[in-house]
Structures are given as structure tokens and as C-alpha cells.
């Protein structure tokens, strides 16, 4: 009910597109066919679940709520409840994940006909459970070489089975690309509304206050909630450009980066180019820079490479 009502609010404060889409993310533990059915009736057409694994020891291993069952029924009763699009996270590189057990999560997913899947290599947050943990040997990450191996296997599994890697972590089947996870690597503006969010507006970016107390405090006041703000400088927005725009499956706009920035890319990152030159990771498409498909699976290495190779 509280995100119906916030919906409704959004609707009558902001100019909204008939076909917006309208996403939330769910967990699977917490879904049942009532509370998706309403938030269908309420307008929201994207829910994305956390599934990570449809394997019961890595989900413990991971500490989450849910079983593979409940993944299972929550993503189906998203479908019956008539989102147009359902999307599912899946995670590789967990702590005794191996090839079959990672090949059988895909194919879990492919079997529930999910327009969307995102796969996410696991990271380790500072000061987060997992780091406690490594830190007292309790919790290892595989060799890399692992990782990058699944990460080889969900692009021929979901390629083969119809979807498109549009972005290094995201497969959609045509026409069901996350609108809201392209925003960001277009670099488009996008407001951050609510305790701990972050935005982007006319060239800065500002993070709110991360305390429920204190934001709530500085709303009732009249007072602006944002803990910080600071305008992106010119040479962040040229290396946002790489990391942002060119993970995207059709590239970097060679053009739209000399216009928006005043300097030929070929010129700014120029040593980061020649440093990859041979590795075969990028292509050029007439006037479009992209990732070959190696350079999708090391995309980190080579946005790092071009930004900090001098």
C-alpha cells in the first residue's frame, strides 16, 4: 500500500510518460500473489528478484532468505500477475560454486522464461559481512580465473537461448532492456529521492542523508536532506563517459563524446588506447568504440586501463 501511495504521489508531482517504466525490486521470501497483484493493478511494470542461486548451500552460503522454491513461485507469480516485465539477479564466483552447480542456476532461470537476467560477480563491500569474514579466513573468493570461466558460460547459455548482452552484466530478450539501468550508463540525469538515495542533475551529482532521523528531521524542517553535492569536473565526466557509456553493447558515440566534451576521445584517452590496442578488447564500429566479446568479460580492466594509463 505505502508504494502504491508513493506511486500515486509521483504521478500527481511529476509529468510522467504514459509508458514510463515503473520498476521495483522484491524479495523472494517476502512475495505472494496478492501483494505482486496489487502492485501490478497500482501500475508498476518491472519487478526484478534477488534470486542469486538456485542452489540451497549457496544461498546459505550467501545468507539469504529465500529457497530455490520460493524463488521459483515468486517469479511465477510475477508472471501471472501480469508484469510486463520480470527480471532475476543470478550471482557467480560464490565460495564453493562450481560449473554445473552455476550452469544449473542458468538453467533454472531459462526455465522459468524470465524476460530479463543479470549476472553479477560477487564483491566484497568494506566492512560487510563477507570482509569480517575473510578477514578471519572464513570466507575465500575462488582464483579469478573462476569467475571469469561462468561469466564465459551465462554469455553462451542466455546467447544461445535468445537474449541479448546489452551491458556486461545484463541479458534481455529483445525489446525487454532495463530502461531505468540505461539511464545511468547514458549518463542521463535522474533524480534521488528518499533517505540514503543519490542523483544526478545538470552535470551533479549529490548523495541524501543516509540516517532515517536526520533526513526526516531536515524534510519536516523545510530544509534540503542532501549530506553532499558536488559538481562532476570536466575530466570526470570524460572518464564517467568510458565506464558508463562504453559498457553498453552498441558503445560510445565517437561524435557525441567530442561534442560533449570539447576533445576527440582518441586524444583524451590516447595512452589508455594504445595500452589495449593489442588485446584485442575493442572494436570500432564506423563512428561507435565497443567491447569485443573478451573485452565484455575483463570490461573492469579495460575501463581501468583507459582511464589510468597516462
Not at 122 to 146: A, H, K, T, Y
Amino acid at each position: 500500500a505505502q508504494l502504491a501511495a508513493l506511486l500515486e504521489a509521483a504521478r500527481g508531482t511529476f509529468d510522467l510518460s504514459p509508458d514510463a517504466e515503473i520498476a521495483l525490486e522484491a524479495e523472494p521470501a517476502h512475495c505472494d500473489r496478492a501483494k505482486l497483484e496489487a502492485l501490478a493493478r497500482a501500475g508498476f511494470t518491472r519487478v526484478s528478484f534477488g534470486v542469486q542461486s538456485f542452489a540451497p548451500a549457496e544461498l546459505a552460503t550467501l545468507g539469504r532468505l529465500h529457497t530455490p522454491d520460493q524463488a521459483r513461485r515468486a517469479v511465477a507469480q510475477a508472471l501471472a500477475a501480469g508484469f510486463p516485465s520480470v527480471s532475476l539477479d543470478l550471482i557467480f564466483g560464490i565460495p564453493g560454486q562450481d560449473e554445473p552447480s552455476w550452469r544449473g542456476s542458468l538453467a533454472a532461470a531459462l526455465a522459468l522464461s524470465v524476460p530479463h537476467v543479470s549476472c553479477y560477480a560477487l564483491s566484497i563491500e568494506e566492512d560487510s559481512v563477507f570482509e569480517r569474514r575473510q578477514r578471519q579466513g572464513r570466507f575465500e573468493l575462488p582464483p579469478e580465473e573462476e569467475p571469469l570461466a561462468h561469466m564465459e558460460i551465462a554469455m553462451e547459455v542466455l546467447g544461445a537461448a535468445g537474449y541479448l548482452q546489452y551491458e556486461p552484466s545484463n541479458f534481455a530478450r529483445p525489446g525487454a532492456h532495463s530502461r531505468h539501468n540505461l539511464k545511468y550508463w547514458c549518463r542521463a540525469d535522474y533524480l534521488g529521492l528518499g533517505c540514503g538515495a543519490h542523483g544526478f542533475v545538470d552535470g551533479e551529482r549529490y548523495a541524501n542523508r543516509g540516517e532515517p532521523d536526520r533526513y526526516l528531521k531536515a524534510v519536516e524542517a523545510g530544509e534540503s536532506p542532501r549530506a553532499s553535492s558536488a559538481p562532476v569536473t570536466p575530466e570526470e565526466a570524460r572518464e564517467e563517459s568510458v565506464f558508463l557509456e562504453l559498457r553498453k553493447v552498441n558503445g560510445l558515440s565517437l561524435p557525441g563524446f567530442a561534442r560533449r566534451h570539447g576533445v576527440a576521445f582518441e586524444t583524451a584517452f590516447a595512452a589508455g588506447l594504445a595500452a589495449v590496442a593489442d588485446l584485442g578488447v575493442l572494436y570500432r564500429a564506423r563512428d561507435r568504440l565497443c567491447l569485443t566479446r573478451k573485452g565484455m568479460l575483463l570490461s573492469d580492466s579495460v575501463f581501468d586501463a583507459l582511464i589510468h594509463v597516462r
